[in-house]
């Protein structure tokens, strides 16, 4: 069992820069993939960017390539996403998600945390 709570969400204008963070419980976090996703009002949860347990590989969104950064600190149980650049379109709910597959880099994801609210300002 992994349990994840987000944090580092807010408002921010746009052309700003926010880093979310997710922190795992767990003695295990090393061997889960990672992944965030995020979910618009109205619109479906959708996937934003993953890393493997290593870190060494990481797969984004078209939406936000060059803009997202995904890491991770395995000693810390720490998934990051460095988000630079916000536009509007990036307003949502921010979720995390773990997979028992050390490799993935899509999902399945096994476990959800419960979301930071990311809100940009034009």
């Known amino acids: 069992q992994v349990q994840l709570v987000e944090s580092g969400g807010g408002l921010v204008q746009a052309g700003g820069s926010l880093r979310l963070s997710c922190a795992a419980s767990?003695?295990?976090?090393?061997?889960?993939?990672m992944g965030w996703f995020r979910q618009a009002p109205g619109k479906d949860r959708e996937f934003v960017a993953g890393?493997?347990?290593?870190?060494?590989?990481?797969n984004y969104a078209d939406s936000v390539k060059g803009r997202f950064t995904c890491s991770r600190d395995n000693p810390k149980n720490t998934v990051y996403l460095q988000m630079n650049s916000l536009n509007p379109e990036d307003t949502a709910v921010y979720y995390c998600?773990?997979?028992?597959?050390?490799?993935?880099?899509?999902?399945?994801?096994?476990?959800w945390g419960q979301g930071t609210q990311v809100t940009v300002s034009s």
């Open positions: 998600a773990a997979s028992a597959n050390p490799r993935a880099l899509t999902g399945p994801y096994n476990y």
């Open positions: 767990g003695r295990t976090f090393g061997s889960y993939a």
């Open positions: 890393i493997n347990s290593s870190g060494r590989s990481t």
